[in-house]
T-cell receptor, first 112, second 114 residues
Framework: GENVEQHPSTLSVQEGDSAVIKCTYS??????FPWYKQELGKRPQLIID?????GEKKDQRIAVTLNKTAKHFSLHITETQPEDSAVYFC???????????FGQGTRLTINP | GAGVSQSPSNKVTEKGKDVELRCDPI?????LYWYRQSLGQGLEFLIY????????KSGLPSDRFSAERTGGSVSTLTIQRTQQEDSAVYLC????????????FGPGTRLTVT
């Protein structure tokens, strides 16, 4: 079955700098890759997603890139702000199934 | 409209007792998922329901765990003979289906087994 690895497990950056979180997946047939943000004590919420027919997607300060050949995808946050501090989860959806396999999460801390 | 709701928000139970956790998905959503999140950990898939198809139970950790979805809407996750390692937040999510993959999560039920 699908397996998703996420790195790093913790990341600390200065406010205003960029943050990058990387994930790899094992099932080459996976076709949907979302990123969820979970603030402390809150539920996970989708922040951006990408499908396998697209290489990059941007939404304001957030971007996701996908390399299907290498089976990895990354989340990029630019001009980080204190409210970006949270746990971020990547996920992959195996082809033919609507379930998501999540990475272990990255705790991002933005230092003022 | 209303989001995914779960009840209870907190449940404390004694080891060996059975518990039932409830999830009300967004109206019209055809797929429903249960996850377990231990403190500081990731989201562990448990089970998912898609329309009238047989549920995917591949993530259930033992036969003490079961779930049902009645009338294609409300779902109940049952844990029998609870153990301390069952303590976690249990999250439910729903998806519209039909090629729409975004999962909308509920607030979770925090289960503590003493």
């Amino acid at each position: 079955g699908e397996n998703v690895e996420q790195h790093p497990s913790t990341l600390s950056v200065q406010e205003g700098d960029s943050a990058v979180i990387k994930c790899t997946y094992s099932d080459s047939a996976s076709n949907y890759f979302p990123w969820y943000k979970q603030e402390l004590g809150k539920r996970p919420q989708l922040i951006i997603d990408i499908r396998s027919n697209v290489g990059e997607k941007k939404d304001q300060r957030i971007a996701v890139t996908l390399n299907k050949t290498a089976k990895h995808f990354s989340l990029h946050i630019t001009e980080t702000q204190p409210e970006d501090s949270a746990v971020y989860f990547c996920a992959a959806s195996p082809w033919g199934a609507q379930k998501l396999v999540f990475g272990q999460g990255t705790r991002l801390t933005i230092n003022p | 409209g209303a989001g995914v709701s779960q009840s209870p928000s907190n449940k404390v139970t004694e080891k060996g007792k059975d518990v039932e956790l409830r999830c009300d998905p967004i109206s019209g959503h055809t797929a429903l998922y249960w996850y377990r999140q231990s403190l500081g950990q990731g989201l562990e898939f448990l089970i998912y329901f898609q329309g009238n198809s047989a549920p995917d139970k591949s993530g259930l950790p033992s036969d003490r765990f079961s779930a049902e979805r009645t009338g294609g809407s409300v779902s109940t996750l049952t844990i029998q003979r609870t153990q301390q390692e069952d303590s976690a937040v249990y999250l439910c999510a729903s998806t519209l289906g039909g090629g729409e993959y975004e999962q909308y999560f509920g607030p979770g039920t925090r289960l503590t087994v003493t």
